[in-house]
């Protein structure tokens, strides 16, 4: 069965950082594009990030280029999102998910991604 467990959640003030980690088990990691997404309180959920299946490709929505750092370790079954220069609007709960699809900047919406963790929450302060 496949399992995506995401850690690394917190409380921050605005301004700080947090590193969330993704540890996938039971499907062969280096063949699956890897993805954040968020739901913040009463929103719908929403595209963060995604990466390719070697690491080499990343692509961001808008609203964290620049802030936040998707990567991978394929070796350790691992995904990660480097959060900084944290703002109060990035307080949500964050998933990480999994496509057997390969990467594109397209692969935005929650439709190609196969396989979901059980998130893990981030709240801002301000």
């Known amino acids: 069965q496949v399992q995506l467990v995401e850690t690394g959640g917190g409380l921050v003030q605005t301004g700080g950082s947090l590193r969330l980690s993704c540890a996938a088990s039971?499907?062969?990691?280096?063949?699956?594009?890897m993805a954040w997404f968020r739901q913040a309180p009463g929103k719908e959920r929403e595209f963060v990030a995604t990466?390719?299946?070697?690491?080499?490709?990343?692509y961001y929505h808008d609203s964290v280029k620049g802030r936040f750092t998707i990567s991978r370790d394929n070796a350790k079954n691992t995904l990660y999102l480097q959060m900084n220069s944290l703002k109060p609007e990035d307080t949500a709960v964050y998933y990480c998910?999994?496509?057997?699809?390969?990467?594109?900047?397209?692969?935005?919406?929650?439709?190609?991604?196969?396989?979901w963790g059980q998130g893990t929450e981030v709240t801002v302060s301000s």
């Open positions: 998910t999994a496509s057997p699809s390969a990467w594109s900047t397209s692969r935005t919406s929650q439709t190609y991604y196969a396989y």
């Open positions: 039971a499907l062969t990691f280096s063949t699956y594009t």
């Open positions: 990466i390719s299946r070697s690491g080499v490709s990343t």
